[in-house]
């Protein structure tokens, strides 16, 4: 064992600045010795222990009686710690529930923790001392248990022996199977990349953390209340606790209704503008005024666009919205973005459509980009502007109106387990049913 006064302090230790440590020697344990160590962190991978605890104990041949024990508890000082008056009190004593309620006893006199110590959480970095102790008391017996007779662990009190470890997940991504049918220029509903995915990929796209500072910028932070709104006054878990044999791995179900109303409440935000510009090589540039947040509106907009002209959406492009080509525009928010740009992206793109016609019904069989030009040298318009409005209003003082537009509804139901001694849980399952109505892309079902 390392010399416990090896460390001095946090990150700090007896070794001299012009000094290396060149090994560490880790002997295997013999038959009689037993080692377990627990961590709890706020995550389980790569993160730095609330408490963290190493129990070494080595018995008397063929016996539960313990010769020699050390205990070494990190995240309750500013070094790692041992338990001195702990380990002299259970050496001799049995591997048994009474020399355990010793145990308790001497570990809260041996690793005592100020109320304002760094960290805080101090009854819950104490408890966990114990139920750190407590785990390796029920898995060393476990172990016991298979040479010595006087050892017994009841099936129940197994399920305190191991945490939880990481899941490794399954993802599946299930969208609809476009008809054969369906013209190859029509790209709504399919299941098409998002436009931005690229640039996000490879690094091009700016953030609001990779926008520079200006002077006499605001900062807020949340101030927390530290007491929920109810009180819970009493619960009686005598019937469940009769019900579960599973003593210190609990596990509990949350089912969660949503009816969501799309639309603004405040009537006049509800419209939006766009405008379509069409070059003479074929190329179509939209403008909008919704803002791209990742959740695939500009890809949408394209789709509605690629549907309406009846064109591929690679020969569409969007720009950056700017209220110098769309002005006045209602925030991308109450998750009516989709339905109030894409209506004028729309407008828009039928104006220039039933500008076209004559040229498509003149000449059936040509291309997008010959109709464009004839329309060009024949001094045609090829830019629109649409807009779009939902009438819904509704009137307070009469209790008359519509309040949105429409609803969405959905369930969610979350499966999740609890260990009872370190307060860790781990989600095992969680179903998302939603009814969304008429979706715009398979990859990207939001709706701001």
Same mark, same amino acid.
């Given at each position: 064992?390392?010399?416990?006064?090896?460390?001095?302090?946090y990150r700090k230790s007896i070794l001299e600045p012009n000094e290396v440590l060149l090994s560490i020697n880790i002997p295997f344990t013999n038959p009689e010795q037993y080692f377990e160590a627990y961590k709890q962190a706020r995550r389980r991978e790569d993160d730095i222990a609330?408490?963290?605890?190493?129990?070494?104990?080595?018995?008397?041949?063929e016996s539960d009686i313990i010769s020699d024990i050390n205990l070494a508890f990190g995240g309750m000082s500013y070094k790692t710690v041992t338990a001195p008056k702990t380990e002299r009190q259970l050496r001799g004593l049995p591997w048994n529930e009474k020399s355990l309620e010793?145990?308790?006893?001497?570990?809260?006199?041996?690793?005592?923790?100020?109320?304002?110590?760094?960290?805080?959480?101090?009854?819950?970095?104490k408890s966990l001392t114990l139920s750190l102790f407590f785990k390796a008391f029920l898995a060393i017996s476990q172990k016991l248990q298979k040479f010595i007779p006087t050892v017994k662990l009841h099936p129940r009190d197994r399920s305190g022996i191991d945490g939880f470890h990481?899941?490794?997940?399954?993802?599946?991504?299930?969208?609809?199977?476009?008809?054969?049918?369906?013209?190859?220029?029509?790209?709504?509903?399919?299941?098409?990349?998002?436009?931005?995915?690229?640039?996000?990929?490879?690094?091009?796209?700016?953030?609001?953390?990779?926008?520079?500072?200006?002077? @006499?910028?605001?900062?807020?932070?949340?101030?927390?209340?530290?007491?929920?709104?109810?009180?819970?006054?009493?619960?009686?878990?005598?019937?469940?606790?009769?019900?579960?044999?599973?003593?210190?791995?609990?596990?509990?179900?949350?089912?969660?209704?949503?009816?969501?109303?799309?639309?603004?409440?405040?009537?006049?935000?509800?419209?939006? @503008?766009?405008?379509?510009?069409?070059?003479?090589?074929?190329?179509?540039?939209?403008?909008?005024?919704?803002?791209?947040?990742?959740?695939?509106?500009?890809?949408?907009?394209?789709?509605?666009?690629?549907?309406?002209?009846?064109?591929?959406?690679?020969?569409?492009?969007?720009?950056?919205?700017?209220?110098?080509?769309?002005?006045?525009?209602?925030?991308?928010?109450?998750?009516? @973005?989709?339905?109030?740009? @894409?209506?004028?992206?729309?407008?828009?793109?039928?104006?220039?459509?039933?500008?076209?016609?004559?040229?498509?019904?003149?000449?059936?069989?040509?291309?997008?980009?010959?109709?464009?030009?004839?329309?060009?040298?024949?001094?045609?318009?090829?830019?629109?502007?649409?807009?779009?409005?939902?009438?819904?209003?509704?009137?307070?003082?009469?209790?008359?109106?519509?309040?949105?537009?429409?609803?969405?509804?959905?369930?969610?139901?979350?499966?999740?387990?609890?260990?009872?001694?370190?307060?860790?849980?781990?989600?095992?399952?969680?179903?998302?049913?939603?009814?969304?109505?008429?979706?715009?892309?398979?990859?990207?079902?939001?709706?701001?």
């Amino acid at each position: 064992m390392i010399y416990n006064k090896f460390f001095i302090g946090y990150r700090k230790s007896i070794l001299e600045p012009n000094e290396v440590l060149l090994s560490i020697n880790i002997p295997f344990t013999n038959p009689e010795q037993y080692f377990e160590a627990y961590k709890q962190a706020r995550r389980r991978e790569d993160d730095i222990a609330i408490v963290n605890a190493a129990v070494n104990v080595t018995f008397q041949p063929e016996s539960d009686i313990i010769s020699d024990i050390n205990l070494a508890f990190g995240g309750m000082s500013y070094k790692t710690v041992t338990a001195p008056k702990t380990e002299r009190q259970l050496r001799g004593l049995p591997w048994n529930e009474k020399s355990l309620e010793i145990a308790y006893r001497c570990l809260l006199e041996d690793l005592p923790l100020d109320p304002g110590a760094p960290g805080g959480m101090i009854p819950y970095r104490k408890s966990l001392t114990l139920s750190l102790f407590f785990k390796a008391f029920l898995a060393i017996s476990q172990k016991l248990q298979k040479f010595i007779p006087t050892v017994k662990l009841h099936p129940r009190d197994r399920s305190g022996i191991d945490g939880f470890h990481s899941i490794n997940f399954k993802s599946s991504q299930y969208f609809t199977v476009v008809p054969s049918t369906r013209k190859k220029t029509d790209s709504l509903q399919r299941p098409i990349v998002h436009m931005s995915a690229y640039k996000q990929a490879t690094g091009e796209a700016v953030y609001c953390d990779d926008i520079p500072h200006q002077e @006499g910028e605001l900062h807020c932070a949340f101030v927390l209340s530290t007491k929920p709104h109810a009180n819970i006054l009493n619960i009686d878990q005598s019937e469940a606790l009769a019900m579960e044999e599973n003593r210190y791995k609990k596990r509990g179900l949350s089912i969660i209704p949503t009816k969501y109303g799309i639309a603004f409440t405040q009537s006049f935000m509800n419209q939006a @503008g766009a405008l379509v510009l069409v070059y003479t090589d074929g190329s179509v540039l939209l403008s909008h005024g919704g803002i791209e947040m990742g959740q695939g509106l500009y890809t949408k907009m394209i789709q509605v666009a690629s549907r309406e002209l009846d064109i591929p959406v690679e020969k569409i492009h969007i720009s950056e919205t700017a209220t110098d080509k769309v002005p006045n525009t209602s925030p991308t928010a109450a998750s009516s @973005g989709s339905d109030l740009n @894409g209506m004028a992206v729309m407008e828009a793109c039928k104006i220039i459509k039933e500008r076209l016609r004559p040229y498509r019904e003149a000449n059936p069989k040509g291309t997008w980009e010959q109709w464009v030009k004839t329309a060009y040298f024949d001094k045609v318009c090829l830019s629109a502007i649409g807009f779009y409005k939902i009438n819904v209003g509704f009137d307070w003082n009469t209790k008359k109106g519509d309040l949105y537009n429409y609803f969405t509804y959905g369930v969610a139901c979350t499966e999740v387990e609890i260990d009872t001694l370190t307060g860790d849980h781990q989600v095992l399952k969680t179903d998302i049913v939603m009814d969304i109505g008429m979706y715009t892309n398979d990859l990207n079902i939001f709706w701001l």
